[in-house]
């Protein structure tokens, strides 16, 4: 929208035309500095008009005008997913949830039960376990992980697929590496390693690109796309969420995106990095970058590469050995030389490079490339190339995203989350230093943005907003607290800093005339009550565009 449409979309209501919307009889947190708070809100189409007092709300309101008295409710700019995996989230609906497992033999009756009730041939599949949950390790095991033969006993017939809590590891029984051809042959696929016995034989686990060759399988046929989609957008919605940033999508699943937003398909707004190899991104770039497709719903322009693992797998690549492995330094899952080959594909036809890394060495192999690339190319200015997760830091390397400008696109509710064995990996000395450290990215001039890695993670911005400001864990124990945010600025990691990371700061993360009127209501203000009350605050309505997508 041009800024003459915005101001006649503004004037409109300011001289009496009624508003589509007003919200009025809140606290409205806008997040614009200019205008911190209002009591009242109109939106004429898919625009805020008008911010003002409950006095202004009489003026706007004309015989077709939809109000919603906000009865002292929160209003905030809309939460945006600063990174998670869309389709996951939906496909996460249609397994076994894992989450609360506290022992292996609970997983395997899951499965069992999933096994009598499903048709023969039909994949099992479920997200969510990890092994550090557990009350005690399964026997027999290897490195504290179970054998596929208690899955063979419950599902012979069914292939089962249970991905890790952080999605960078699975548990497969025989059928399913059957179907994925894998057998005590099979060699280690670069970057992932198929977990093997003394006696050679694969115990069922898949670690980091392993998965992918029972993945792909599973994929071929899987439940119709678009089922999932509406499925992740109707969990999405329920949490509050009016943008989700997509860390990494196929070309044929961004077709069906790109399909639903032209056909006004898709419920919410969707930010997506295209994620495949570079042999597919060099003819496809150009044909692929889209801003605001269907009203704004849509837009593809940017590129997912992975340079490690998870830490909770020890997948993560570290500088220093594992304080509770010192064989192991975690595994390099991509290669740094086509990597940066991506970042030219990246600088050339104009999309950010979003790469994921876990560990201290990963953050700065891509750190270096990062550096590299924007010294060979000085002509090109704010770039907002950003790093996934960047979780455990040097020190020597904290300063380089606000020299940089790399965005540190993170997830609050990681640290409280893994906090319980980041220390036994890692060690004190080494966690203090670099593990989640928000206030010390943001003191280097870095912007750091929020979300929770879905369906690594439940979804829900509130957890994440919580994790944020308490780092909490659940012993009640507060990890290092000094790197905690404040309730201003988790909001603004999860608003506008999202927002500005995804080069969408004018159009979303802010409450202001001529932005898209995308608002989250909630039951209780999150800004005031004490802490432990966040967690037990609901979403009463989610806005997208001025219509009321979920309310409560």
């Not at 919307?21 to 625009?47: C, F, Q, S, Y």
């Not at 109707?234 to 969420?241: H, P, R, T």
């Not at 990597?339 to 270096?368: F, P, S, W």
């Not at 020299?403 to 980041?422: E, F, N, R």
């Amino acid at each position: 929208m041009s800024m003459r449409a915005i101001l006649f979309v503004a004037c409109a209501v300011a001289f009496g035309q009624p508003a589509d919307l007003v919200l009025r009889n809140g606290k409205i947190v806008t997040m614009n500095a200019d205008r911190p708070a209002a009591e009242a809100m109109a939106v004429r189409g898919d625009r805020i008009a008008a911010l003002g007092g409950n006095t202004d709300a009489a003026k706007w309101i004309g015989p077709g005008t939809k109000v919603i008295d906000l009865h002292g409710m929160l209003a905030i700019p809309g939460f945006i997913e600063g990174h998670g995996h869309f389709t996951g989230v939906g496909e996460f609906r249609l397994g076994l949830d894992l989450r609360e497992a506290r022992t292996w033999d609970e997983i395997v009756a899951e499965v069992s039960r999933a096994a009598k009730q499903a048709k023969p041939g039909e994949w099992i599949v479920g997200r969510g376990w990890h092994q550090s949950k557990w009350e005690h390790a399964p026997e027999p095991n290897v490195e504290g992980f179970p054998l596929h033969g208690s899955l063979d006993k419950v599902s012979p017939n069914n292939p089962v697929l249970l991905t890790h809590a952080s999605g960078h590891a699975a548990f497969v029984n025989a059928k399913a590496m059957e179907a994925a051809g894998i057998t005590r042959e099979t060699p280690n696929p670069q970057g992932g390693e198929i977990l093997k016995d003394k006696q050679g034989n694969p115990t069922g686990l898949l670690r980091e690109q392993a998965e992918g060759l029972v993945n792909r399988v599973y994929r071929a046929a899987r439940t119709d796309l678009r089922k999932v989609i509406n499925l992740a957008a109707n969990e999405c919605l329920a949490k509050g969420i009016t943008t989700f940033e997509d860390a990494g999508s196929p070309l044929p699943t961004v077709d069906v995106f790109r399909s639903m937003a032209e056909n006004r398909e898709l419920r919410l707004r969707m930010w997506v990095m295209l994620r495949t190899s570079n042999q597919q991104l060099e003819p496809n770039l150009d044909r692929y970058r889209v801003i605001g497709a269907g009203g704004n719903y849509l837009t593809i322009r940017a590129i997912k590469r992975q340079m490690d693992g998870a830490l909770g797998s020890r997948g993560a690549w570290l500088l220093a050995p594992y304080a509770d492995q010192p064989d192991s330094r975690g595994l390099n899952t991509e290669d740094p030389a086509d990597i940066r080959k991506t970042a030219e594909l990246a600088i050339q036809h104009e999309y950010q490079l979003c790469i994921h890394a876990i560990g201290d060495r990963a953050n700065r192999e891509v750190l270096d490339i990062y550096e590299q690339v924007f010294r060979e190319h000085p002509e090109k200015k704010d770039l907002r190339w950003r790093v996934e997760h960047a979780q455990h830091l040097s020190a020597a390397d904290i300063p380089r995203f606000g020299k940089l400008g790399v965005v540190a696109a993170m997830q609050g509710i990681h640290c409280t989350s893994d906090g319980p064995y980041v220390i036994l990996r890692l060690g004190p000395a080494r966690a203090e230093e670099g593990a989640y450290v928000w206030q010390k990215l943001m003191q280097s001039g870095a912007v750091v943005g929020n979300g929770t890695d879905a369906p690594v993670e439940d979804v829900s911005p509130l957890a994440s907003f919580y994790a944020s400001v308490s780092r909490k864990l659940k012993d009640g124990s507060v990890f290092y607290p000094e790197q905690r945010m404040s309730r201003e600025e988790a909001l603004r990691s999860y608003t506008w800093s999202n927002a500005y990371a995804a080069f969408e700061e004018k159009l979303k993360g802010s409450l202001e005339p001529g932005k898209l009127a995308d608002i989250t209501v909630l039951s209780r203000d999150i800004m005031t009550v004490p802490e432990d009350q966040i967690v037990a605050t609901d979403v009463v309505y989610t806005i997208v565009g001025g219509k009321v997508a979920y309310e409560r």
